[in-house]
């Protein structure tokens, strides 16, 4: 048994999750702003795909958490510097619920309907309500927000790890990476 | 006595020229629409409409329906839409600022269905439709539902860049909820 490593579905959920969020970030991002037209229209359609795949991607992530142990950090980490790591963590885990839910709920009380990959109807989450709908839209756009933060800081803290500490914490997240 | 049953007849004649022309409880009849956008179930409807009815089901040659509404005062998903749809390539309000549907005929299909023939007017086209529709009573009064199929390209809703079904389907399904007040 190797505990100085994450297995690999962990490892594929990480950056397969990783590479969708940047996607959905960026294109939210560029769609927000564009004059309506029939391109934003597809356009937000394939947002909220790739939005729910995150999702789906990310409620088995938890479930893959909350049913393995993880690797011990390196014993080199003060006990703070692993509650930040923890906490962190966490608080990903919590914005990579809620982004998506309140995307939909935006939606929802938009009174536009989300069909997943133009195949599976999700079910509206309420009625259609303007307030709302604003509402929802402002906090999905602030959860954002505190997204990118939160993944800057993560990154940093990978680099300073990787290039200060010199643990090599990024072999934990890596499918390559050594094993101690 | 002569005196007395004449007015009891106009009493009576009265009673049922007022309860012929039921009055349309605006605030709580409704009009709604579902169209697609990228397959997936868009919702609307319009704030503002008038409805001038006439329902008896005992008598159908007399009864008629006219329904005008505002389309300016269409609800949908953001500001943004609403002020795109309400533009030149979908209703042009400037020009066409109302949709009006005057009944010509009402038929009885048994129980409480009906089918309503009659003319739709849109952005300057009309066309002859025939509309579904369902009675039944509710607290003494009479609810008219149903729903109509439009093709918007017939009606030119939706022009430009806005014509390929891929993205805003053809197909737009408004419903109505009618309460009639006797
Ligand atoms: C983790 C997944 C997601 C990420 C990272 C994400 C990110 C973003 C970002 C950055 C924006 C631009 C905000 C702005 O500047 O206004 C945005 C907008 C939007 N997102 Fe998401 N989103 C996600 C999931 C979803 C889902 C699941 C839905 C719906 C089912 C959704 C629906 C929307 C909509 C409708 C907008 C446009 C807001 C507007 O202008 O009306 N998003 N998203
Ligand atoms: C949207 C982008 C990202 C998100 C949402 C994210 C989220 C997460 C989460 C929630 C964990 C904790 C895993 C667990 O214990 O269950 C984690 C671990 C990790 N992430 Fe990311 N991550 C992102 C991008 C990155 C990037 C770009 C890097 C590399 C530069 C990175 C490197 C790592 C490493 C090394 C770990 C393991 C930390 C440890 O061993 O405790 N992540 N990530």
Redesign the interface.
Known sequence: MNNTKYNGTAIALHWLVAVFIVVAFAVGQYMADLELSPWKLKIFAWHKWAGVTIFLLVLYRIYWRLTHPVPALPASMSENMKKGSGVTHLFLYLLMVTIPITGWLHSSAAGVSVVYLNFIPLPNLIDKNKELSDLFKEVHESLNWALLGLVIMHVAATLKHQFMDKDNLLDRMRFSGKCK | MTALYRTTLIGLALLWAQSASAAVLLDKSEIRFICK????????RFKIFDADVVFKPTDLPHSHAKISIALASI????D??ET?VKGKNWFNVTHFPQAVFQSTSIKALGGENYEVHGHLALKGITQDIVVPMKIHTLSGMQVAEGSYSLMRTVFKIGEG??A?PD??AEEVVVKFKMILAH
């Open positions: 956008q990228m397959g997936a179930p868009v919702e609307g609800d949908l998903a953001s943004e839409s795109e860049t806005w390929d993205t805003v």
